[in-house]
């Protein structure tokens, strides 16, 4: 069965440092994957996603993503922190032969920037 | 003016009660879904259309029903509310155009609480 994982349901950084957002998948074909985020009172903003091609994709706000198939993962990353980073971000993906069109869903993860 | 337009932002209703949560868009695309979202489980699909004469069910349609009255207007409705259909409700859109590699518009959300 399709699914995403993100193990973290919050993950604290301080401003400046580098921060990591994991995101695992399990999918039966090659993958659509995306980051979308979620800032309080607000709808959900596509970042970024991989369809194909570069393994190391860069998004919105500075943000990338790196693909790594033989882990199944999509590690969502920055170099360096801002308070205003603080957010809930979602990972998502498509299996293109059985999708439906449908994304599955991570449960998020709460990203917490300190000043 | 938000592209992705969602009413009401916020609604309190008691069990038994028809309710129904309007979601209108100019960003012209065919292509709308209704998500349900619920802490610590991500983003649920209920139901989405691809253009007006075009709806499907998705993942937990049970207790919902849907209208897609013009192609800019999806409206979500509860026939008979229960609590456990106390959630955040997004409206999102998509560009046929991209296919299953595009990413998703969202509206704000419309927070239901069923007492």
């Known amino acids: 069965a399709q699914s995403v994982a993100q193990p973290e349901d919050q993950v604290n950084v301080a401003e400046g440092n580098p921060l990591t957002v994991k995101c695992t998948y399990s999918?039966?074909?090659?993958?659509?994957l995306f980051w979308y985020v979620q800032y309080p009172n607000r709808g959900l903003q596509f970042l970024l996603k991989?369809?194909?091609?570069d393994n190391l994709v860069k998004g919105s706000y500075g943000f990338e993503a790196e693909f790594n198939k033989s882990q199944t993962s999509f590690h969502l990353k920055k170099p360096s922190a801002l308070v205003s980073d603080s957010a809930l971000y979602f990972c998502?993906?498509?299996?293109?032969?059985?999708?439906?069109?449908?994304?599955?869903w991570g449960a998020g993860t709460k990203l917490i920037i300190k000043p | 003016d938000a592209d992705v337009t969602q009413t009401p932002r916020n609604r309190i209703t008691k069990t038994g009660k028809r309710i129904m949560l309007e979601c209108s868009q100019t960003?012209?695309?065919?292509?709308m879904y209704w998500y349900r979202q619920d802490p610590g489980l991500g983003l649920r699909l209920i139901y989405y259309?691809?253009?007006?004469?075009?709806?499907n069910k998705g993942e937990i349609s049970d207790g919902y029903s849907v209208s897609r009255q013009a192609q800019a207007k999806f409206s979500l409705s509860l026939e008979s509310a229960i609590p456990n259909q106390t959630a955040l409700y997004f409206c999102?859109?998509?560009?046929?155009?991209?296919?299953?590699?595009?990413?998703?518009?969202f509206g704000e959300g419309s927070r239901l609480t069923v007492l």
């Open positions: 960003k012209g695309h065919d292509r």
């Open positions: 998502a993906v498509r299996d293109k032969p059985d999708s439906n069109y449908q994304l599955i």
């Open positions: 991989y369809i194909t091609g």
């Open positions: 999102a859109t998509s560009d046929p155009r991209t296919g299953d590699t595009g990413e998703l518009f």
């Open positions: 259309s691809f253009d007006v004469k075009d709806i």
């Open positions: 999918v039966s074909g090659n993958p659509y």
